[in-house]
T-cell receptor, first 116, second 114 residues
Framework: AQKVTQAQTEISVVEKEDVTLDCVYE???????LFWYKQPPSGELVFLIR??????QNEISGRYSWNFQKSTSSFNFTITASQVVDSAVYFC?????????????FGIGTKLQVIP | DAMVIQNPRYQVTQFGKPVTLSCSQT?????MYWYQQKSSQAPKLLFH???????NEADTPDNFQSRRPNTSFCFLDIRSPGLGDAAMYLC?????????????FGSGTQLSVL
């Protein structure tokens, strides 16, 4: 069975601080996909990034960066110079490789509060 | 430019009174999903449609049903809502894929049961 653990349920930072959201996953599959989604107070989950299990390159997109390490089964997300608009719940998710529909396992989410 | 639209945003129903939540999409995606998200919990997949094929998750209660009359619309019917069914219900879509497709979510319907 697949499992995604986000040990940090809530984090508060002061604006402009850097913050890292942790994600640890478990799977027996050799091919799988990892995602991060953002859920602002409006409720809609918004896709941030996708990584497949064969691509361990770290990625940077503006103030966002992701660190994927298969050796530790982790896919951590860092926000640099946080802003109030970053306040949201962030979900890490794991998807099996399969044809057809997405079988996604979500973590419980990390609620990030950025204080002005 | 909303691509997955859920109505209503908030829904209040009475204990045991049937309720229907709706979802529409402009993406022409083959697959539509319904997730249940309770407070401070991860979204939980209830079922999905691949075109007209309905697929129930093993632990989804019989109280939850769904209809997909066409590609664009999908409905979630709760036949006899209980207090434990109060939650955010999220609709999502994807094209068919190999596990790598991102989910496109609607804004959700927050259901309250009185």
């Amino acid at each position: 069975a697949q499992k995604v653990t986000q040990a940090q349920t809530e984090i508060s930072v002061v604006e402009k601080e850097d913050v890292t959201l942790d994600c640890v996953y478990e799977t027996r599959d050799t091919t799988y996909y990892l995602f991060w989604y953002k859920q602002p107070p409006s409720g809609e989950l918004v896709f941030l990034i996708r990584r497949n299990s064969f691509d361990e390159q770290n990625e940077i997109s503006g103030r966002y960066s992701w660190n994927f390490q298969k050796s530790t089964s982790s896919f951590n997300f860092t926000i640099t110079a946080s802003q109030v608009v970053d306040s949201a719940v962030y979900f890490c998710a794991l998807s099996e490789a399969r044809r057809g529909y997405q079988k996604v396992t979500f973590g419980i989410g990390t609620k990030l509060q950025v204080i002005p | 430019d909303a691509m997955v639209i859920q109505n209503p945003r908030y829904q209040v129903t009475q204990f045991g009174k049937p309720v229907t939540l709706s979802c529409s999409q402009t993406l022409n995606h083959n697959v539509m999903y319904w997730y249940q998200q309770k407070s401070s919990q991860a979204p939980k997949l209830l079922f999905h449609y691949y075109d007209k094929d309905f697929n129930n998750e093993a632990d989804t209660p019989d109280n939850f049903q769904s209809r997909r009359p066409n590609t664009s619309f999908c409905f979630l019917d709760i036949r006899s809502p209980g207090l434990g069914d109060a939650a955010m219900y999220l609709c999502a879509t994807t094209p068919p894929g190999r596990g790598s497709e991102k989910l496109f979510f609607g804004s959700g319907t927050q259901l309250s049961v009185l």
